[in-house]
């Protein structure tokens, strides 16, 4: 097969040289509504030149893929003359494979990476096991092969394709596979038909080749392989040992795969010219060019450079107030585990959002007749797929929330909408997602909605601390940062506030401010500065004082981790850190304007939040 790939390139920024192509089977195969293609179509040129003016990209001092030194290992081993099924102690083989690893690295790894990368290592190794033994009552003998890429070269066009994982092929040569790693639930999601396309031509048509710099085209060297009769994509879980294989098809179906399936969403994110704001600004050297991304120079009120790039989000703040020790191993060093239970606010919260997002969206007031009951879910918890005894948890709070309703017949709503953008003077990418935007009249007004278990009587401005969402949205309102498209469809307005919902099972109550009045704008915008300013020039990220080690998610791997403690101590308020609420203290009354309230509450909001990691592999 040989395919032409148009190498025309038509960017939202300026191009001095576009170069070769080289298109990566994760980046093409981005899900649509994170899919941004001047993104891609940069990410795909590794020569390209851009104009001048964007802010150049600068690295940690540390390890952030986690999977990167888990592969090398993983290679190593399977590679080391031993066979992983004699492994004796695959705890001690996955150790010394991994500190091997860490020696070849570029960048320092620390130390909770490493004893991540044990486990994960360990991990992989049992799930190769388990693949092993299904090929071998196949017949199935697979042995490495070297990394492949399929090529398109014309005399005026050189396109390469290629995929991030590991290459086996059969003793026969007749099998192809494609080992995915992943970090959990191998085969418990559908594979992304672009992704699988672009994987399924390399395996049909991939060679070995040679190995320049990243920034310098490869050259194919053919006939060297037997050609294969099948291709196999598998997926590898770090985390359970999970296997599955899920792509299996002759060479002839994979390459109808990859010409009907891959090739015309291909063709459109190569060529750029459209822009969707994301995850991937944080990295992107065009983000200060970009013509969708805000660029708001002071945005979040701080005026030192970031040591390195960083993305800040209020559930990104949140992990940060907790422990920067465990915000630095999820958010820095990309850490994951296995998907765990939420704690009870947090399913309670889970639940109201989804609900309200759902009513929400149909631009008409929340009614009685919309409501859960105790026999009936109604029309919009049976759309969300709820059980009743789902109904039952969020009922109080849906009741309480139906009787304030903002919206009605004549409001123009949007939701499930990712704000962006991008402050320069500190190149930190700013991201959050409103509850609810939302325009009644000449009023446009941004909407936070939070479940608590009461709702304590504290002043105004204390809730910017608790609710870092709340400062954020002020100066994103203030800064005209939502974007046109929103915009064009609300309408005109002439006011802007900022409210906050608060709903407990037995009360609803909603505060506001004006954007537009200037001591709530000077008041938001120092409270964020404030925030923002420790978490953007960390380097350390030491433990807090009252890490909550029981209820953290990645404090198997930290060194500092103390799962004994259940409460914290913040100036003589008791927080449970497992359920994140304060503990009735009588000898000490919840003043108004007592800080030791507002931290206290903050680190009980904190504990609340459910925390949105990428778990995108990069390549």
Same mark, same amino acid.
């Given at each position: ?395 109080? $709070? ?6 304030? /309703?903002?919206?009605? !017949?004549? #409001? %123009? ?6 704000? *962006? ?119 350390? $990220? ?6 909550? /080690?029981?209820?953290? !998610?990645? #404090? %198997? ?6 799962? *004994? ?55």
């Amino acid at each position: 097969m040989s395919i032409q790939v148009p190498q025309d390139w038509h960017p939202g920024f300026p191009v001095t040289n576009a170069g070769f192509l080289r298109i990566s089977a994760s980046q093409v195969g981005a899900e649509e509504n994170r899919a941004c293609s001047d993104f891609i179509s940069l990410k795909s040129r590794p020569a390209a030149k851009i104009g001048e003016g964007y802010i150049q990209l600068r690295y940690p001092s540390f390890e952030s893929f986690p999977l990167g030194i888990v592969r090398d290992a993983l290679l190593s081993t399977i590679n080391n003359d031993k066979v992983v099924h004699e492994f004796e102690d695959i705890d001690e083989v996955s150790e010394s494979a991994i500190n091997e690893a860490i020696k070849n690295a570029r960048n320092k790894v620390e130390k909770s990476h490493k004893l991540w990368a044990v486990d994960a290592l360990s991990g992989y190794l049992m799930a190769w096991e388990k693949a092993r033994e299904e090929d071998i009552a196949q017949g199935i003998d697979f042995t490495d092969l070297e990394i492949i890429q399929a090529f398109d070269i014309t005399e005026t066009s050189h396109t390469e394709w290629f995929a991030w994982g590991i290459y086996l092929t059969s003793a026969d040569s007749k099998i192809r596979e494609f080992r995915a790693l992943k970090f959990s639930k191998a085969g418990l999601t559908t594979i992304n038909p672009v992704r699988a396309g672009v994987i399924a031509r390399i395996l049909a048509e991939g060679v070995p080749h040679s190995e320049p710099s990243w920034s310098s085209p490869r050259d194919p060297i053919y006939k060297i392989l037997k050609p294969a009769e099948k291709v196999r994509i598998r997926e590898l879980g770090c985390l359970d040992a999970s296997q599955a294989i899920v792509l299996e098809d002759t060479i002839a179906g994979a390459k109808k795969l990859f010409e009907e399936k891959t090739l015309p969403t291909v063709l459109q994110r190569v060529q750029g010219g459209t822009q969707k704001p994301g995850p991937s600004c944080r990295s992107c050297r065009a983000n200060t060019m970009c013509p969708t991304l805000p660029n708001r120079p002071g945005l979040l009120g701080i005026t030192a450079f970031a040591p390195w790039p960083k993305a800040y989000s209020p559930s990104k703040f949140h992990s940060y107030r907790r422990c920067p020790r465990q915000y630095f191993l999820q958010d820095e060093l990309g850490l994951r585990t296995t998907q765990e239970t939420q704690n009870s606010a947090q399913q309670r919260g889970l639940l109201v959002h989804a609900w309200l997002e759902q009513a929400h969206k149909r631009a008409q007031e929340c009614t009685k007749e919309d409501i859960p009951t105790s026999s009936s879910l109604g029309i919009i918890a049976t759309e969300l797929g709820w059980n009743q005894e789902e109904a039952n948890t969020a009922l109080p $709070f849906l009741i309480q929330h139906q009787l304030t /309703c903002p919206i009605n !017949k004549d #409001s %123009k709503v949007v939701t499930e909408l990712a704000i *962006e953008a991008l402050d320069t003077d500190a190149d930190i990418t700013v991201s959050t997602r409103p509850d609810i935007i939302y325009k009644n009249g000449d009023d446009l007004v941004w909407r936070e909605i939070k479940t608590v278990s009461s709702i304590q009587d504290i002043e105004k401005d204390i809730y910017f601390n608790i609710y870092p969402q709340l400062p954020l949205a002020i100066r994103l309102m203030v800064e005209d940062c939502l974007p046109k498209e929103v915009i064009e469809k609300l309408g005109n307005f002439k006011n802007k506030r900022v409210e906050l919902e608060l709903i407990s099972n037995d009360e609803c109550k909603t505060i506001s401010w004006d954007c537009d009045d200037a001591n709530v704008k000077l008041s938001a915008w120092s409270q964020l500065a404030e925030q923002v300013d420790s978490w953007a020039s960390d380097t350390l $990220f030491a433990p807090s004082p009252n890490p909550p /080690c029981n209820w953290c !998610k990645v #404090s %198997k791997w930290c060194e500092f981790a103390n799962a *004994e403690q259940v409460q914290a101590d913040i100036g003589g308020l008791q927080v449970d850190l497992k359920t994140g609420e304060i503990i009735e203290n009588a000898s000490i009354p919840l003043i108004s304007n007592d800080d030791r309230v507002a931290k206290a509450l903050g680190l009980s909001a904190s504990l609340a939040e459910v925390s949105e990691n990428d778990e995108d592999i990069p390549f």
